[in-house]
């Protein structure tokens, strides 16, 4: 991440993270220092400077000219610490509202990076069984360690993939998991691979990526909670299932 991005996240405005990114590069500086290293305007850098103080970042020394010093670079651990303890805070109320009635029948998930993430953090939570088409073309790691967590915990885990030599390094990857995977039977069921996944009979996505899709940022998912759905698209897998042959490397 831009380290600019990163110092505006512990709450800094982008002049502040110019001069204190600036004060971590030449340690120590005036501000006529700080003003040629970080391109700032005098007046801003004073500015910028001054509220620094104020937040407990930096410390002016007693010495002329003036220079100033970031006062504990450990204290950002703590500002991140304490922005991961909000976030938990937020994901813990998200996922336990009080009206929990509620369901995602349908949303849509708009790139394919964000259905990569979706289903990592959905597959931590999963009891039962995971069933579902990829690719397997990459390695995912967060991915590959959700499903291998998945069977540790007794997660019954199927996969059906296209199969393409240059992939085997990644096929690999995903066979160490744990997982029971099979090859797409493109004689029985066309040349597409369906991309689905099904999370223990009662959530199911359905990917439409390429070749209809050329942009993976353009890729669309159907995410739903409805059961009669994700029924309909486990009986289809497990028709693929009993129709494939074992991915063998």
Known sequence: MDQIKLLKR????????????????????????????????????YEALQRLEEKNKIVSLPISPRKYKIINPELLKEDAQEITNSVNELIKMV????????????????????????????????????????????????????????????????????????????????????????????KMFGPLLPRITILDGSIARLTIGSPEVKNEEEYITLWTESRAFSQMLRN??????????PLVI
């Open 95 to 186: 996922e336990q509202p009080k009206n929990s009635e509620f369901k995602d029948l349908f949303i849509v998930i708009k790139g394919k990076k964000a259905i990569e993430e979706k289903l990592a953090i959905s597959n931590t939570k999963v009891k039962k069984e995971i069933f579902s088409c990829n690719n397997l073309s990459k390695i995912l790691y967060k991915n590959i360690r959700a499903i291998e967590d998945a069977v540790k915990r007794g997660v019954k885990v199927k996969m059906i993939c296209d199969f393409d030599e240059k992939n085997v390094e990644s096929y690999k990857e995903w066979l160490s998991t744990g997982a029971d995977i099979r090859v797409f039977n493109k």
């Open 10 to 45: 512990f709450g800094l405005t982008e002049y502040e993270a110019r001069a204190y990114l600036s004060l971590a590069k030449i340690g120590p500086s005036s501000v006529r220092e700080i003003v040629l290293d970080s391109k700032l305007p005098r007046n801003k850098a």
């Open 236 to 245: 289809h897998f497990l028709n693929m299932w009993k129709n494939s042959k």
